[in-house]
């Protein structure tokens, strides 16, 4: 027997397993990946902040005792009915046909108890989101499935969807799979065909049509309701001063962090800028135009908890949104459901293949007897909870900070803990007064 | 009748005016519109809207129930997402008319555009002169006639739309394919040219449509896209 020493088995950084499956699958299928969510790769992101609280020289709040406000108005540049939040987390859009309806309902339901809004995604406005939602947000899409007036009527803000971060430049996909009849009559679509959606709007081309087009989403609704501009994390100085130029009411900005119901991985993983990347450029445009808090800012991308909400509104943020976080707080990705994950193959957190409709918690599917495994109103309990327990935890880093409002948060608050957060957030390395890009480093 | 003169009323006051006409099937005109956008969107309720003039975007954007008529010429967007009812331009219409149409009939008498009928989701259009490159692109539903020619790229990804042309057309988008006219298909014409108030004979067209090869991802297919 040979007993020379032999070295341990070493896999390749750069062929890891993932990435040694990825090309067996590819080689197998033909095909691209698809699957549902935002990057998964590690990218700088509010972990990578640090508040530094009150000291000498500056006065904490009595931590039961004191209020810090947490409402916010969105939409009072030009709408006669801005909308008036409790709390600065919003649901972000999210399709009925990529998730179910009793899904819709339950973040409508929890959002409502919350005093929150929730937006419609790209399938139209269903009577059980409508119905369950208090605050409302209607998307306008490339695809216009499911566009009617009656519904843009109906709708307490309209947000009109330029790109999402986990896809800049891409147009929304569903497969037929989930192409049930139902979602097929929304959306004028033979039945369980691969829905692939437009990229671009099909009546208007850059900035100076976007202003015409919101001239007359306004002039349908007599000019009452607030109109966002949704983009994806990809040029935010320029692409916010635009959408002011065009004159939105509210920007809405995602993160490459943010989730999608289903794309090409190669595209969410390589595509678009992480959401602390985008949050600065975009204040920074507003404050150049002198729009600050005029046009409101809500960003989305990776906000899990508490922190997350204080690190974007200290930032610049107005608000903040929440898809990704707010589905598991319904139910998905949960243990409960081990063994119908390992069926698929797949484990509990690392369920992404939403595309599919085998959804073992019921929220990204369209089967019936899937779906029915989700009660609404508990799962839209779970979520007003969820919202409550980031509202009480911001509220907590507010107020450690001296500031009797959400929205006084400052970048003076924050300082970061590595040269990329602090590059990016553009506020000093931990212990330093170095942000690197400033004072000619 | 309400006359609203354009040049001396705002906009926003015609449209305000439309939507609460509360469905009396009553007339207004327009004067003066020199090219505005957005006259006579969202429009309820049933009513007779004759607009003394050409038009900028979007006029009879999302209209569901007026009988609207431009005598003159249309900009891009023209009766975009219009629901029902009947929206007849008596010029040329830009780019994107008809865009994402649910229902109702939009007549061109003269010629659009490209793109005309983008996403087609149940409209009936129909066009006296030609349409230009990439019209009904990704049309679902819905019904267009042309007398004229059609450009480049014609039914583009096309799903479940039907596309009747007289003229030329200079190519098939992907996926867009000939098909063999039927009496039931002579009789659509028919009925869509005597709605819009044209003369021509339903022989003379030709029928286009999906050939349905992409509606499901195929590896095979990938030179397609």
Redesign the interface.
């Known amino acids: 027997m040979d007993r020379t020493p032999r070295t341990h088995p070493r896999k390749s950084a750069s062929f890891d397993d993932y990435t040694l499956s990825e090309i067996r699958r590819a080689a197998a299928t033909g095909i691209y990946d698809i699957r549902g969510g935002g990057a998964k790769r590690a990218v700088p992101h509010f972990d990578d902040l640090l508040f530094l609280g009150a000291s000498v020289s500056r006065y904490p709040l009595e931590g039961y005792r004191e209020r810090c406000a947490t409402d916010v108005v969105l939409g009072d540049r030009f709408a006669s009915k801005p909308i008036h939040l409790k709390i600065p987390i919003t649901i972000a859009g999210m399709s009925f046909g990529s998730l179910s309806g009793q899904a819709k309902e339950a973040l409508g339901r929890g959002a409502s108890a919350a005093g929150t809004s929730t937006t419609t995604g790209d399938g139209g406005m269903t009577e059980e989101e409508r119905g369950h939602s208090d605050l409302l947000v209607y998307q306008y899409l490339p695809s216009r499935y499911g566009m009617n007036p009656r519904d843009l009527r109906r709708a307490d803000a309209i947000e009109i969807v330029i790109g999402q971060g986990a896809k800049p430049g891409g147009g929304g996909m569903l497969l037929g799979q989930k192409i049930s009849p139902r979602v097929a009559g929304m959306r004028d679509l033979p039945e369980g065909i691969d829905q692939r959606s437009a990229c671009r709007h099909p009546d208007w081309t850059g900035p100076d049509d976007l202003e015409i087009k919101i001239g007359e989403l306004r002039e349908i609704t007599d000019w009452r309701t607030p109109i966002y501009v949704k983009v994806g994390g990809s040029r935010p100085y320029y692409d916010v001063a635009l959408a002011v130029k065009s004159g939105a009411d509210v920007v809405v900005l995602d993160g490459m962090q943010g989730g999608t119901a289903a794309t090409q991985e190669v595209f969410i993983e390589h595509v678009g800028l992480p959401t602390l990347a985008c949050i600065r450029p975009a204040v920074q445009a507003l404050q150049d135009l002198g729009m600050h808090r005029k046009v409101q800012l809500v960003v989305s991308g990776g906000i899990r908890n508490g922190a997350d909400v204080a690190k974007a509104l200290a930032l610049g943020a107005d608000a903040v949104s929440i898809g990704t976080a707010a589905l598991v707080a319904l139910g998905d990705n949960d243990p409960r459901w081990a063994d119908d994950y390992a069926d698929l193959g797949t484990v509990p957190g690392a369920y992404d293949d939403w595309h599919e409709g085998r959804d073992p918690a019921g929220i990204t599917t369209q089967d019936p007897a899937l779906a029915a495994r989700l009660d609404p109103a508990a799962a839209g309990r779970r979520l007003a909870n969820y919202l409550k327990v980031m509202t009480l935890e911001a509220q907590t880093i507010a107020r450690a900070c001296g500031k009797s409002r959400l929205s006084n948060l400052e970048p003076e608050d924050l300082c970061a803990l590595t040269l990329e957060a602090a590059a990016m957030a553009r506020v000093p390395l931990a212990g330093t007064d170095w942000i690197p890009g400033r004072g000619g480093f | 009748m309400p006359v609203f003169d354009l040049a001396e009323q705002p906009?926003?006051a015609l449209?305000?005016a439309l939507?609460a006409s509360g469905g009396d099937n009553g007339r207004f005109e327009v004067l003066n519109p020199r090219g505005a956008?957005?006259v006579a969107?969202?429009v309820?309720h049933p009513c007779e809207i004759e607009v003394m003039g050409p038009v900028?975007?979007?006029c009879g954007?999302?209209n569901?129930a007026g009988e609207i008529t431009v005598r003159g010429s249309a900009g891009?967007?023209l009766a975009?997402?219009m629901?029902g009812g009947r929206v007849v331009v008596e010029g040329d219409a830009s780019q994107?008319a008809g865009?994402?149409g649910?229902g109702g009939l939009l007549v061109i008498r003269g010629s659009a555009a490209s793109?005309c009928g983008?996403?087609l989701?149940?409209l009936d259009i129909v066009v006296g002169g030609s349409i230009g490159h990439m019209s009904a692109?990704?049309a679902?539903?819905g019904r267009m006639v042309v007398l004229g020619d059609a450009g480049e790229a014609l039914g583009d990804s096309i799903?479940?739309a039907r596309i009747y042309v007289r003229g030329t057309v200079k190519s098939l988008g992907t996926d867009c394919i000939e098909k063999p006219m039927r009496d039931e298909h002579r009789a659509e014409v028919a009925d869509l040219l005597e709605a819009a108030g044209i003369a021509a004979d339903p022989a003379d067209f030709r029928r286009y449509g999906s050939a349905r090869k992409l509606?499901?991802?195929d590896?095979d297919h990938?030179d397609a896209y």
């Open positions: 906009l926003r449209n305000a939507h956008h957005s969107v969202g309820e900028g975007y979007y954007g999302m569901e891009p967007g975009e997402n629901m994107y865009a994402t649910h793109r983008i996403s989701k149940g692109f990704m679902q539903s799903y479940e509606y499901h991802f590896v990938a």
